[in-house]
């Protein structure tokens, strides 16, 4: 038989973390095609077949395949040992940490103070994935996550602490005038996100008397925030953030009336590594900037 190299036994490893080709793709940074290619090869090297594809078109590992895929992820730590050793002796800090959160906490927290980071650590990549879904670090969909829930999933293998607590306050645009603050409807939010705290807030404070809610509904922080900037209605916010944008104006003083836990989570394998440790570092920094002593 062909001797197998890791590069052929990535794709294996990718399937069983995405589930279905797409999955795998997404995982791995390749186009389905080059992912169904490259199983091929590893197929006729093997002589095993190594999945079973699903009529919903789920990939289901056989047992050899699951045992490949096994001894693939204990390779896969070792690369990065590696990685992480070349680094040190280097006396430079390399290698590729990705970072998820949601996406007004990566586009208005984070990327805007990336320089100083990689400027002190030029041989760092730092890659921000700002997506609303809780991505699993268990399958390696990132490595490192900043939530605003205690996490209720990822096992013994998903390391979680508590960094701080956010506070949100109402804001709508100066633009409206003071006299209608009372009267400016809620910028609620729609079914799929109705289970957030701000969200079950705003829902309970519209149905006072007097109250209603905007003709907007919005998924999140960031469109919410950009709908108060237009002068749609009021609506809750993050503290920090709506004070660091001019165009907005507070309608509950200066204490909050909601606040949310922030939580960071590593993986327990990569949790001692230094440029895991460089950018958690980083971002306990930014977030006691953020929140001060609140």
Same mark, same amino acid.
């Given at each position: 038989?062909?001797?197998?190299?890791?590069?052929?036994?990535?794709?294996?490893?990718?399937?069983?973390?995405?589930?279905?080709?797409?999955?795998?793709?997404?995982?791995? *940074?390749?186009?389905?095609?080059?992912?169904?290619?490259?199983?091929?090869?590893?197929?006729?090297?093997?002589?095993?077949?190594?999945?079973?594809?699903?009529?919903?078109?789920? &990939?289901?590992?056989?047992?050899?395949?699951?045992?490949?895929?096994?001894?693939?992820?204990?390779?896969?730590?070792?690369?990065?040992?590696?990685?992480?050793?070349?680094?040190?002796?280097?006396?430079?800090?390399? *290698?590729?940490?990705?970072?998820?959160?949601? %996406?007004?906490?990566?586009?208005?927290?984070?990327?805007?103070?990336?320089?100083?980071?990689?400027?002190?650590?030029?041989?760092?990549?730092?890659? &921000?994935?700002?997506?609303?879904?809780?991505?699993?670090?268990?399958?390696?969909?990132?490595?490192i996550a900043l939530r605003l829930s205690r996490p209720r999933a990822g096992g013994t293998e998903t390391l979680a602490r508590r960094i701080g607590e956010l506070p949100f306050g109402v804001y709508a645009s100066r633009s409206s005038s003071s006299k209608a603050e009372d009267t400016l409807p809620w910028i609620g939010y729609d079914e799929m996100t109705s289970h957030l705290p701000q969200a079950q807030w705003i829902a309970k404070m519209a149905r006072q008397p007097g109250q209603r809610l905007a003709g907007l509904k919005v998924m999140d922080v960031?469109?919410?925030?950009?709908?108060?900037?237009?002068?749609?209605?009021?609506?809750?916010? %993050?503290?920090?953030?709506?004070?660091?944008?001019?165009?907005?104006?507070?309608?509950?003083?200066?204490?909050?009336?909601?606040?949310?836990?922030?939580?960071?989570?590593?993986?327990?394998?990569?949790?001692?590594?230094?440029?895991?440790?460089?950018?958690?570092?980083?971002?306990?920094?930014?977030?006691?900037?953020?929140?001060?002593?609140?």
């Amino acid at each position: 038989m062909q001797r197998l190299n890791w590069n052929d036994l990535r794709y294996l490893l990718a399937v069983e973390r995405g589930g279905t080709l797409s999955g795998a793709a997404r995982l791995i *940074g390749a186009d389905e095609t080059t992912v169904s290619r490259r199983l091929k090869v590893l197929r006729e090297l093997t002589g095993d077949e190594l999945y079973w594809r699903q009529r919903d078109g789920t &990939l289901i590992l056989t047992d050899i395949g699951s045992q490949v895929a096994r001894h693939a992820a204990q390779m896969e730590a070792q690369v990065d040992h590696v990685s992480e050793l070349l680094g040190r002796d280097q006396q430079q800090l390399s *290698g590729t940490v990705r970072l998820t959160s949601v %996406p007004w906490l990566i586009n208005r927290c984070l990327a805007n103070q990336v320089g100083t980071l990689l400027q002190q650590y030029p041989a760092l990549t730092l890659e &921000l994935n700002p997506d609303s879904r809780d991505l699993d670090l268990n399958l390696r969909e990132a490595d490192i996550a900043l939530r605003l829930s205690r996490p209720r999933a990822g096992g013994t293998e998903t390391l979680a602490r508590r960094i701080g607590e956010l506070p949100f306050g109402v804001y709508a645009s100066r633009s409206s005038s003071s006299k209608a603050e009372d009267t400016l409807p809620w910028i609620g939010y729609d079914e799929m996100t109705s289970h957030l705290p701000q969200a079950q807030w705003i829902a309970k404070m519209a149905r006072q008397p007097g109250q209603r809610l905007a003709g907007l509904k919005v998924m999140d922080v960031e469109t919410a925030l950009e709908a108060a900037i237009a002068g749609v209605g009021r609506t809750l916010l %993050p503290i920090p953030i709506a004070q660091a944008t001019r165009s907005l104006t507070s309608l509950s003083g200066d204490g909050p009336v909601l606040s949310r836990e922030i939580w960071l989570l590593t993986h327990r394998s990569q949790n001692e590594w230094r440029r895991t440790k460089v950018v958690v570092s980083w971002i306990e920094d930014l977030m006691h900037l953020l929140l001060g002593d609140r």
